[in-house]
């Protein structure tokens, strides 16, 4: 269709004829009657022309035609033509709509919207437009016009458009005209986990293990998931620690007081959609024992002399460090001494203090402490009495021995001691390398024996050995004779 418009001259024509021509070919008039301009109220109430004053069909597309007007004055005379002008005949039609949409989701973050193609000529591509309603605003998905020969588009989604997705495909020919396919839509769950935690760190505690890592940032975050393992093995349970998902980047692990083994954890993320993601490194740590090792158990004190023999019961701990022995006099058991090293070693279950004073009631205490400076409680009192003096004691130069060749014997003279405990002295002898065997029975009163059996040019060594009735013994240093 050509329509035909000219801005009258009213004073001067009152009608118009229009003349065609085809190239090659000579003008001729197309309209059967004069075209006369008249005017008509428009929509606004008001005298106006008309858009267009003559139209005409019977073109053929594709090829160009001239036009002329002759204006008819008021006497039927035709004026010159007007200035020519030439139009081609242009197909405006739409092209035919694509057909069959469909939309696949083909991956975790691609849609694949497909289309059968235009059956029309000139097709020069297509456009794919997206919206999240089926009534709402549609916006172009793809950044440049896809070629006519493709009938396949990748959406690809993003975290921020997940849920209803609704796609049509326009086709476009050589003119610009559209047309639109019909739409189609899906839903797409966000399938993508967020990320992998990091930054994870393990800080223990009496009682608990705290772990912390670094916040996150993706919109759809919903919280975090911590593991917590025995074992840091290929193959090994880890199990919730958290119990669920927590919202924040810290979690304090609650634990027995008294465990004492390693903890491992790893944490992971989870978004609104279910999606849970990797897990972290494995952290560790072990929580700081403040458990005190059991009390030992003194069970004996043997004292000899000036020596205290303690013997204890031994602490059950697998850290354990040592012990610490005190000692105090029972006469002030404010004043506790530590006696021995300052850690007796952990495999040891006696020690032998000296150099006590005598008759002297002391008491003895011991406690256990661990690798981690924990103390046990003290064990129980132990209290003992060094034995009363006895006197001098024998020693070299108490004891004498003399030869008599006249008598061909010994005498061997000593010092008596003079305490209430004395039971008595047996008088020991041995020949040349031999060993000291009894020479007399218990002497309870003497201070001096003869040795009438004494061979010439043999050597003896004599030793007093002194009884009390508290069960101690005294020795005397050994003293020689030669007897020629």
């Known amino acids: 269709m050509v329509n035909v418009f000219w801005t009258p001259e009213e004073t001067r024509y009152f009608a118009i004829n229009i003349y065609r021509a085809e190239k090659g070919n000579p003008s001729q008039k197309i309209n059967d009657n004069p075209a006369i301009p008249s005017q008509?109220?428009?929509?606004?109430?008001?005298?106006?022309?008309?858009?267009?004053?003559?139209?005409?069909?019977?073109?053929?597309?594709?090829?160009?035609?001239?036009?002329?007007?002759?204006?008819?004055?008021?006497?039927?005379?035709?004026?010159?033509?007007?200035?020519?002008?030439?139009?081609?005949?242009?197909?405006?039609?739409?092209?035919?709509?694509?057909?069959?949409?469909?939309?696949?989701?083909?991956?975790?973050?691609?849609?694949?919207?497909?289309?059968?193609?235009?059956?029309?000529?000139?097709v020069v591509g297509y456009d794919v437009f997206v919206s999240d309603s089926l009534d709402g605003i549609f916006e172009k998905a793809n950044k440049s016009i896809l070629p006519s020969s493709q009938t396949t588009f990748i959406y690809e989604l993003t975290d921020e458009n997940w849920g209803d997705r609704f796609f049509y495909v326009e086709v476009i020919n050589a003119l610009g005209t559209r047309s639109a396919s019909t739409k189609m839509g899906l839903t797409v769950s966000d399938v993508i986990p967020p990320a992998v935690p990091t930054g994870v760190v393990a800080t223990p505690f009496e009682g608990a293990i705290q772990i912390s890592w670094e916040k996150q940032s993706e919109p759809d975050l919903f919280g975090y998931v911590v593991y917590r393992s025995v074992a840091n093995k290929p193959g090994a349970l880890f199990v919730f620690a958290s119990g669920g998902s927590i919202m924040g980047n810290i979690f304090l692990d609650s634990l027995p007081r008294e465990a004492r083994n390693k903890y491992f954890y790893k944490v992971a993320s989870i978004d609104i959609y279910g999606n849970l993601s990797e897990r972290s490194e494995t952290v560790s740590a072990i929580m700081p024992d403040v458990i005190a090792p059991i009390s030992p158990t003194i069970i004996e004190v043997d004292v000899k002399n000036d020596t205290a023999s303690i013997t204890w019961l031994p602490s059950i701990d697998d850290e354990l460090k040592g012990y610490h022995l005190y000692r105090c006099t029972e006469a002030d058991t404010t004043q506790w001494t530590l006696i021995g090293a300052a850690f007796l070693s952990p495999n040891t279950t006696q020690y032998s203090d000296t150099g006590l004073e005598l008759d002297v009631a002391y008491c003895y205490q011991i406690t256990a402490e661990d690798l981690s400076g924990n103390t046990s409680g003290p064990s129980n009192r132990y209290t003992v009495k060094t034995r009363p003096s006895y006197g001098e004691d024998l020693v070299a130069g108490k004891i004498k021995a003399t030869y008599v060749k006249k008598k061909k014997a010994a005498i061997v003279t000593w010092k008596r001691d003079a305490s209430p405990l004395l039971e008595g002295s047996i008088l020991y002898r041995k020949e040349g390398n031999g060993r000291f065997l009894p020479l007399t029975e218990l002497l309870t009163k003497e201070a001096e024996y003869t040795d009438p059996n004494i061979a010439a040019e043999k050597i003896y060594t004599y030793q007093?050995?002194?009884?009390?009735k508290d069960g101690n013994m005294t020795l005397s240093e050994p003293v020689e004779v030669v007897a020629k």
Do not use: C
């Open 464 to 468: 007093l050995r002194t009884y009390y």
């Open 40 to 122: 008509s109220t428009n929509a606004e109430g008001k005298l106006a022309y008309p858009k267009y004053f003559y139209n005409k069909g019977d073109h053929v597309i594709g090829r160009k035609y001239t036009y002329e007007l002759k204006g008819i004055d008021f006497f039927g005379r035709e004026s010159r033509a007007s200035q020519p002008f030439e139009i081609e005949i242009i197909d405006r039609t739409p092209p035919t709509p694509p057909t069959g949409l469909e939309t696949v989701r083909t991956g975790p973050r691609d849609v694949l919207v497909s289309w059968a193609a235009s059956e029309s000529e000139n």
